[in-house]
Nanobody, 125 residues
Framework: QVHLEESGGGSVQAGGSLRLSCIRS????????MGWFRQAPGKDREGVAA???????AYTDPVKGRFTISMDVTKKTIYLEMNNLTPEDTAMYYC???????????????????WGRGTQVNVSP
């Protein structure tokens, strides 16, 4: 079973930055795409960014130009560099992995992918 573990969440003021990490362990199951979702209190879970095994990236509109997803293949780790954070970015951020590539990843992962437990990001005004 693929295991995902997030880290790097915390509290920051608006305009600040945070970097999230997600380490993947367990058996290798094909070429997995990995990415980030988030869920704020009272809101639906939404996709944030994804990176495929070949390095192809995808971002959803709310984070384009502010967030950057990257991958260290040797460490089986992905990162989410978040800049110019706003209070609207406050949410639990989850790492996910699935065989589907972006953009299908954002639809497939919630139904059938592997998930971490999440890391909380709080952005104050």
């Amino acid at each position: 079973q693929v295991h995902l573990e997030e880290s790097g969440g915390g509290s920051v003021q608006a305009g600040g930055s945070l970097r999230l990490s997600c380490i993947r362990s367990g058996p290798t199951e094909g070429n997995l795409c990995m990415g980030w979702f988030r869920q704020a209190p009272g809101k639906d879970r939404e996709g944030v960014a994804a990176i495929d095994f070949d390095g192809t990236t995808a971002y959803t509109d709310p984070v384009k130009g502010r967030f950057t997803i990257s991958m260290d293949v040797t460490k089986k780790t992905i990162y989410l560099e978040m800049n110019n954070l706003t209070p609207e970015d406050t949410a639990m951020y989850y790492c996910a992995a699935d065989l589907f590539s972006p953009p299908a990843f954002f639809e497939a992962a919630p139904r059938r992918g592997y998930w971490g437990r999440g890391t909380q990001v709080n952005v104050s005004p």
